[in-house]
Every structure is written in C-alpha cells, then in structure tokens.
C-alpha cells in the first residue's frame, strides 16, 4: 500500500463550489505539505504544518484553507473554487527534523470549470 | 531570501548523449539542503538525491552524478549515456534553516531523451 494516498485523483468541479482534498499517510511523519503543480512554474507551496497543532501559509495560501485532523490526515479546502485554481495538487511528508528528503502522494488533477 | 532557478526549461537529447541539467540557489542560510526529484510521464515524484550545504563533495549513481558548488550556489545534475526512460522532469529544491526547513522548488527542466 502507498505510504501517501489521496483522494480524490481527479476531480471536475464548477466555478463557486467548495472541494476538499484529502491526503493521508502511514509514514508517521509530522511534518505534511500541500503543494499545487503548474506548467513552467514548478511546485508552489500552498500550506504546511509542522505538526497537529502547527498549520502555516506557503507562498500561495490565498483562495485555500487546510485542516489537520491528525497526525496522518491534512486536507485542502477550496472554499470557492475558480477556474485559476485548475492544476496538479500534491501532499507530502517528511520527518520531524524536515532535512530529509518529502514523500509525495499520487497528486489530485483537479479542473474548475 | 529563499530561491530556486533552473534555466533550462526544456532540454532535448539523443539516446546516449550525456546531458546536465542546471540549479541555481539563493539562500542567507549557512545551513541549508539542496535535493533533486524527477518526475516521469506516470507524474508520481520520485526522490534522488540530498545534499547538505556542509558537504561538498560531488556524488555519483550509476549514471547519475551531481556537481555541488557553494562558491557559484550551483547544483548541476548530469546523466551520462541518457536513456529514453531518463525523460521526465527533474526538480531541484532548497530546504533551509529559516523557515523550518520547509522546502522551495524550481520551476523544473522537462528532459526529453530520444531514440
């Protein structure tokens, strides 16, 4: 089983509706990210949270809130989406020292239309 | 200020060529890491390589090699003899002390790697 799942894989939703995304891992790391993947721009952090009680904004928080349920669950909300919001979303752990290398999930294609 | 800059948005080969894909960072940090990921066509991220900032010493895999240099803030990535599967796209990224370690990716250098 995949140390770093999430749900849903793709998703097609319409402008103005809110959509979550959800991320788990068994790796039993404290440290999550969520991170969005556009052409020529890269990986862009969105949020991250050190650990259940820590939650901080990356580069591009605005448009996105995030929860951390548990040590192994940290979810992304769109609270309304927009069609600029359409890409490739990523979780990722790592280690409590965060040195070491992130462990990404399969990602979540997701299209506003 | 915390930042990645790879060049190369595309690079183009022929198998067996041997290619080199440029990073440039830019940290304040004395203490900091610097990594390598690769993307194939599935999209998954695979992990290659980590490199602390105290460590200068080049590595080699296989055919894979990486060129750390603190003087030019260089993290150059080279695969000798490519190979079509070698095709994807090949992040570098900077994790530093400020901030907690969290980590800022380059834009990423497709490879391409014909036949």
């Known amino acids: 089983d995949a140390d770093v799942t999430q749900t849903p894989r793709n998703r097609i939703t319409k402008t103005g509706k809110r959509i979550m995304l959800e991320c788990s891992q068994t790796?039993?790391?404290?440290?999550m990210y969520w991170y969005r993947q556009d052409p020529g721009l890269g990986l862009r952090l969105i949020y991250y949270?050190?650990?259940?009680?820590?939650?901080n904004k990356g580069e591009i928080s605005d448009g996105y809130s995030v929860s951390r349920q548990a040590q192994a669950k940290f979810s992304l909300s769109l609270e309304s989406a927009i069609p600029n919001q359409t890409a490739l979303y990523f979780c990722?752990?790592?280690?409590?020292?965060?040195?070491?290398?992130?462990?990404f999930g399969p990602g979540t294609r997701l299209t506003v239309l | 200020a915390q930042k990645v800059t790879q060049a190369q948005t595309e690079i183009s080969v022929v198998e067996k060529e041997d290619v080199t894909l440029d990073c440039v960072y830019e940290?304040?940090?004395?203490?900091?890491?610097l990594f390598w990921y690769k993307q194939p066509p599935s999209g998954e991220l695979v992990f290659l390589i980590r490199?602390?900032?105290?460590?200068?010493q080049n590595e080699i895999s296989g055919r894979y090699s990486w060129n750390f240099q603190k003087s030019t803030s260089s993290f150059n990535f080279t695969i000798t003899a490519s190979q079509v599967v070698d095709s994807a796209v090949y992040f570098c990224?900077?994790?530093?002390?400020?901030?907690?370690?969290?980590?800022?990716f380059g834009a990423g250098t497709r490879l391409f790697v014909k036949a």
């Open positions: 990722a752990t790592s280690d409590l020292a965060g040195v070491n290398e992130q462990f």
């Open positions: 790796k039993g790391h404290d440290r």
């Open positions: 949270s050190f650990d259940v009680k820590d939650i």
């Open positions: 940290t304040r940090d004395t203490t900091y890491y």
């Open positions: 490199r602390n900032s105290f460590d200068e």
């Open positions: 990224a900077l994790s530093q002390n400020t901030g907690g370690f969290k980590t800022i």
